[in-house]
């Protein structure tokens, strides 16, 4: 399975940015899509979760209500609307997958994993 990510940038405090993650590859067992940032020195750390039907969705406490990650028809690719940004939201962000239908906020719960894409909020 391949990961692209795409849709980062740069945005002010209080802005939104939309992001995008494209599955390829064998995907027919993919069950379920996350995504995590990680900052210089700091560990990855979890954003939020969605099983492959949409049926199941996880956030981190610190996004919750400000983010919303989401499935399009396709169910390959998985969205994550932010909004609300705060400058502490600013980090890498990348996508992950797993063949679980667990959900998982641990980085141990995604085989799969795409390049960052940079998110940026600053004035």
């Known amino acids: 399975v391949q990961l692209q990510a795409s849709g980062g940038g740069l945005v002010r405090p209080g802005g939104s940015l939309t992001l995008s993650c494209t599955a390829s590859?064998?995907?027919?067992?993919?069950?379920?899509m996350a995504w995590f940032r990680q900052t210089p020195g700091k560990e990855r750390e979890f954003v939020a979760t969605?099983?492959?039907?949409?049926?199941?969705?996880v956030y981190a406490e610190s996004v919750k209500g400000r983010f919303t990650i989401s499935k399009d028809g396709a169910e390959n690719t998985v969205n994550l609307q932010m909004s609300s940004l705060k400058p502490e939201d600013t980090a890498v962000y990348y996508c992950?997958?797993?063949?679980?239908?667990?959900?998982?906020?641990?980085?141990?719960?995604?085989?799969?994993w795409g390049q960052g894409t940079q998110v940026t909020v600053s004035s």
């Open positions: 969605i099983t492959r039907r949409g049926d199941g969705i």
């Open positions: 992950a997958a797993d063949d679980s239908v667990m959900l998982s906020i641990k980085i141990r719960g995604y085989a799969y």
């Open positions: 590859g064998r995907t027919s067992g993919m069950s379920t």
